[in-house]
Every structure is written in structure tokens, then in C-alpha cells.
């Protein structure tokens, strides 16, 4: 996933290129050798993009979570030490989205949205990103299996969220 953010107003914005990470084991490389690319995120960004952009792009090194380029070399700032805490998260902004775009051919009405319930997986399928993801922050000792890598949104939240959906969206 590759993303563009704007800072400021809509005027000569300065622009920012993220590199959101899927490929685990590559992120160096293609850090280097893209210097289109600015900063990659690495696991949970919602904290460390919210770090960076309020770094303005100061003490990077003091933002986990990054890998970025500093002249010739690839920094990365490593791991944040915890993982988010899922209730603690805002529901996600549709109301900054043309939702009326969103449809489905599965849709029996449109238009659609998508909702999570959890994040992360246990299982290990060798052609999903998800088995090398697990495997470095196992090795980084930030989990101890992963199992540990998944985690559900509680119940009250998931409720709360389709209740907001259902009264905006009837």
C-alpha cells in the first residue's frame, strides 16, 4: 500500500510519501532503492504516523515504528514497544468519504462499508505477508506467538459502531 498525505491547508502543501509495510523482509531494500518513498511505517501506524507528522521530520529518530532515509543510509527506529489498544481507537471517519461510491455486486442495496472486528491473524499461510510479520516481532521478542498477534475489538465497541452505522446509513 503506497499513500500520498498533505500538510496545511490546500496551498503549496509539503507532501509526504508513505510506503505502508507488506513486504516484511524487503523494507531496506526498497527503501533504498526507491527515493520516491520517504518513510515506511512499520506494524500499527495509527501512533506513528500521527509521531511523524507531528515531528515535522525532526528527531526521527526518536519516532518508533519508521524506517526512513538519512542521506545514504536506512534508518529504521524499531518496533513500538505496545501494541494499540483497539477500544482506544476512534471509529473510522466515513463521514470524510464519498460513501455513495462504495458498492458491492454481493451488495443486495448499496451502498456498502466495511467494518473490523479484529486485527491480526494466528495462522502461518506461507503466501500471505502475515507469517513474516509474526516471525520478526517473535524474533524481536515484542510477542510470543501468533496467537498473540491476534486481537479482537470487545463486543461493546463492534456493537456501538453498527449501531452508529445503522442510525447514519438506515
Known sequence: LF???????Q???QRYYFFAERAANKIPDIAKDTPLIDYTVIGEGEETVEQLMRSGGSNLDNVPGIVFRDGDDVVFTGHREKAIELDALPFPARHLTNWKRYSSVMAKRDPITTMFTSRGCP???TYCFN?????????????????DYLRHYPVERVLGELTTL???FP
Not at 3 to 9: D, S, V, W
Not at 133 to 146: H, L, N, P, T
Open 131 to 147: 507469517r513474516e510479520i509474526v516471525e520478526r516481532y517473535q524474533q524481536d521478542g515484542a510477542i510470543d506467538s501468533a496467537k
Open 11 to 13: 496551498s503549496a502543501a
Open 166 to 168: 445503522k442510525g447514519r
Open 3 to 9: 499513500m500520498e498525505l498533505m500538510t496545511g491547508p
Open 123 to 125: 495462522y502461518r499461510c
